[in-house]
């Protein structure tokens, strides 16, 4: 390959014919795809070995493990940093990980605080702002500004000049900073109380944004955005605005970083995560197929079962499937986890050993490699270049229609505790 640009780009078409290849679900119909992928695959390294190809990708797999998301929160005292970031790690404010939330000040100094399932992403609860004699350039300094990634400026009331003058200062030491204007929940709620006979929820929303970014502009803010967040209900009004903001806004890999990093808010979240780890499965199944692959028996193929068993498991997490997130759902939804436990189809990640991957690769692998020898007159001993491919197309499948189930389980979860 000239390239991993161009590596990626012909990698992509081959997992776009691998989304009709379920050769668990149904071989047969699956075939035909099979053959598309394989012959692809063939041509692809016709000149060498995709050992070259799948270290590249181990490489682009280690650089997504190992990057890193650190997000700034501040605003004013009483806010709600510390509501946001319990929110936005999907965690309750009696959890022990939460941050201490209260009326007064709980913030003197920088605080980290990783994701509970996700330790890449660390949300930092800065120092409030808005003091008398309070001056940005100095504030920057004191929390180490350089080590941010972006900056979330959050407000319950009024955004002040304090709030622009920040931004003014991020903004030319080139970082992204975004306006949330929190507590919008309590606003609605004085509004139904006040005005009962009037009240529209539209109409409200629609006067805090613009009450919000006129005061921004009038600080000398220019074309604010402004995003409405309730703490409380955080999968309600701008989070998802917030959310398709962010994602545009991040370069790719922090960007897959944040999506995973999210709690599943919604079957559309769920579906996101879902679409985004597919495009790396076949970096995964190449590095499976080609690195440290071992021979399994009865069958012409070899496969990395760490590498499978590994992802897998790692799937799990994401979806909040593993036995802490569930049991932190459970207590939050006050149901018996054995209850979340009860609707999940994909096997339980205890049964996710080595013996159980090995039997499931030879199983499928068997399927496919008979399939193959039928219609191509494989000999038993085939090429190294046939081997990966049959063993790229055998470990795809198995990793994509698991993908599929564990992110199912999570939308039938996310139900259950909604009852």
Not at 53 to 71: G, Y
Not at 239 to 248: A, G, N, Q
Request: hydrophobic share 40%; proline share 4%.
């Amino acid at each position: 390959m000239t390239s991993f640009k161009s590596l990626m780009e012909s990698m992509e078409s081959l997992s776009a014919l691998m989304k009709d290849v379920d050769i668990e679900l149904d071989p047969k119909a699956s075939f035909n795809a099979a053959i598309q992928v394989y012959e692809k695959f063939m041509h692809l390294f016709k000149d060498g070995s995709p050992e070259v190809a799948a270290l590249k990708a181990q490489e682009a797999l280690e650089s997504f493990e190992n990057t890193m998301l650190n997000i700034a929160v501040t605003g004013e005292t009483g806010a709600g940093k510390s509501s946001f970031i319990n929110a936005i790690r999907g965690l309750e404010t009696e959890d022990k990980r939460a941050a201490p939330t209260g009326v007064t000040e709980m913030t003197t100094e920088p605080t980290a605080y990783p994701h509970p399932t996700y330790p890449n992403v660390t949300l930092w609860d800065l120092p409030g702002i808005g003091a008398v004699g309070f001056r940005p350039e100095r504030y920057l300094q004191q929390v180490k500004f350089s080590r941010y990634d972006f900056f979330i400026i959050i407000a319950s009331g009024r955004f002040r000049s304090s709030h622009a003058d920040l931004a003014w200062k991020i903004q030319k030491m080139e970082k992204k900073f975004y306006f949330v204007r929190c507590k919008v929940d309590e606003d609605l709620a004085n509004e139904r109380r006040a005005h009962p006979q009037i009240y529209s929820q539209d109409s409200v929303l629609q006067r805090i944004r613009e009450n919000s970014e006129k005061h921004l502009r009038h600080q000398g803010v220019s074309n604010p955005q402004v995003f409405l967040l309730s703490n409380w209900e955080f999968d309600q009004y701008d989070f998802r605005l917030l959310e398709d903001t962010l994602e545009k806004d991040l370069p790719s890999l922090q960007r897959l970083v944040f999506l995973l990093s999210l709690p599943n808010l919604s079957p559309e979240i769920i579906e996101k995560k879902k679409a985004a780890l597919k495009k790396h499965l076949w970096k995964i199944s190449l590095v499976s197929a080609c690195i440290n692959a071992v021979p399994l028996e009865r069958v012409s193929l070899a496969c990395d079962i760490g590498i499978l068993l590994v992802s897998m498991i790692a799937f799990y997490k994401r979806f909040g499937l593993d036995d802490d997130s569930l049991a932190k759902l459970a207590r939050q939804a006050a149901k018996p986890v054995t209850e979340l436990k009860a609707v999940i189809l994909s096997p339980q990640v205890e049964e996710l050993t080595r013996d159980f991957l090995l039997k499931k690769c030879v199983r499928v692998g068997c399927g496919i490699t008979r399939s193959f020898e039928r219609r191509f007159k494989l000999v038993s001993v085939i090429s190294t270049v046939a081997a990966a491919a049959l063993s790229f197309i055998t470990t795809y499948s198995i990793l994509s229609s698991f993908l599929d189930k564990v992110a199912e389980d999570a939308k039938r979860i996310r139900k259950k505790a909604l009852e």
